[in-house]
């Protein structure tokens, strides 16, 4: 399984309420939230994400509230997977819950730019840099998590046993 796009890149603890900001909790439908993913932080996000696109973050990624909010904003709004030197630990959980693959990888996060065209092999754990051409080591997703992942999140996956 491997994830191909172009690299959207933060910086350091990008928290919850900037993901997608507490006004839009009312809200759990995932096209919704996409709409307003990241605004609070990149106006611009929801023009540029395209489907399949990388987001890339510093350390701490996801830390604030433990809303599932957060991951399926970024789900839904076509990022196909995120990394990041570290991520605040319920927010790797919810990501991996609702099926968004996650890796962390500080050397890939601080070397990755905005705007490069990244790969990332899910089985092995390498990140590709496509614009230079580097290649990082990032964590290989165990099979259990890739098959929730696979099943696009933690309760299809049960219903599917």
Excluded at 6 to 32: F, H, M
Excluded at 119 to 141: H, L, M, N, P, S
Aim: glycine content about 8%; hydrophobic content about 35%; charged content about 25%.
């Amino acid at each position: 399984m491997k994830a191909n796009g172009t690299a959207i890149k933060y910086g350091d603890n990008v928290d919850t309420d900037v993901i997608i900001p507490a006004r839009y909790l009312n809200s759990s439908d995932p096209k919704e939230l996409a709409q307003h993913c990241m605004e609070d932080i990149d106006k611009d996000f929801v023009n540029k994400v395209k489907p399949s696109d990388i987001m890339v973050g510093g350390k701490n990624f996801g830390c604030g509230s433990s809303r599932e909010h957060a991951p399926i904003s970024i789900k839904a709004s076509g990022i196909s997977c995120v990394i990041a030197e570290t991520f605040a630990r319920i927010f790797y959980r919810n990501s991996i819950n609702i099926g968004l693959p996650i890796v962390e990888c500080a050397e890939a996060a601080k070397a990755i730019n905005d705007g490069d065209e990244v790969e990332v092999d899910f089985d092995t754990g390498v990140i590709t840099d496509k614009t230079t051409g580097e290649t990082y080591q990032g964590q290989a997703f165990p099979e259990f998590m890739q098959k929730i992942i696979n099943a696009e999140g933690l309760i299809n996956y049960i219903n599917s046993k």
